[in-house]
């Protein structure tokens, strides 16, 4: 089932390559581009459970939301999207539903050349123990038969429903249960963010065979991108190239 609204997900190899800032200068970028246009708002979502640093960042404003460690469990415990049912269907429905109307209040605020956008945030958590929550992880997801790829539907309608463009999620760093439910989901945009150092440079092109393998290359297909970041001055031409 494609997606009705985009779901474009920020991802690194190793961690300190500066995804987290790409994804928010993505964002105002978007902001710039979109902030005289409707619907301009974007949902955001911290879903790096290690080292959720929007999260902290808007630690003091996150009271009586709604989390990433909340949707999670609510995802495991729904009918299997193999199972087409209209019970299926219910159960999405109630899920974005409930996301929805706690999300209301949720800002995470962007600022534009000439005023500031306030987008939806889904922060990790809502308090610190949720991290440590076995049964709201997102492994809990990935290893549930018909249910790995719902995460991102689920993100879709939630922006339909807000009257959102599109979600932007922060993953976690590396391959893992934590980032896989979205970043092997072939319908979801991927932005792969790298350093120059040798070890990002070759987990980035590691990524890429890995994901690029089996995928149907047509005219349509969602193919991933990459951010260089950190670049040195004193980096030649030839090494650019090299790199690329």
Not at 174 to 203: A, C, H, M, N, W
Request: overall charge negative.
């Amino acid at each position: 089932v494609n997606l009705s609204h985009p779901v474009i997900a920020f991802h690194s190899y190793k961690g300190g390559v500066g995804r987290t800032l790409s994804l928010l200068a993505f964002a105002k970028a978007w902001s710039d581009v979109m902030e005289n246009r409707s619907p301009n708002r974007l949902l955001i979502v911290d879903a790096d459970i290690e080292a959720p640093g929007m999260t902290w960042l808007q630690q003091d404003t996150m009271k009586d939301t709604f989390s990433y460690l909340d949707l999670l469990p609510l995802i495991r415990n729904a009918v299997p999207s193999a199972q087409v049912t209209i019970q299926d269907n219910r159960d999405i429905d109630e899920i974005v539903n409930l996301a929805c109307s706690k999300l209301k209040r949720s800002t995470i605020t962007i600022e534009t050349t000439s005023r500031k956008i306030e987008h939806i945030f889904l922060p990790t958590y809502r308090y610190e123990e949720q991290l440590v929550d076995l049964y709201a992880t997102p492994e809990s997801i990935a290893n549930s038969k018909g249910k790995e790829y719902m995460l991102a539907e689920v993100l879709s309608r939630i922006c339909v429903q807000m009257g959102l463009c599109a979600a932007l999620v922060d993953l976690r760093a590396g391959i893992s249960e934590y980032s896989s439910t979205l970043l092997l989901d072939p319908r979801v945009k991927k932005y792969f963010v790298s350093s120059t150092s040798t070890q990002s440079i070759k987990g980035t092109q590691f990524l890429l065979r890995y994901l690029l393998k089996g995928l149907n290359i047509t005219a349509d297909a969602v193919l991933p991108e990459i951010f260089l970041n950190m670049i040195p001055d004193t980096l030649s031409r030839e090494e650019k190239n090299d790199i690329f």
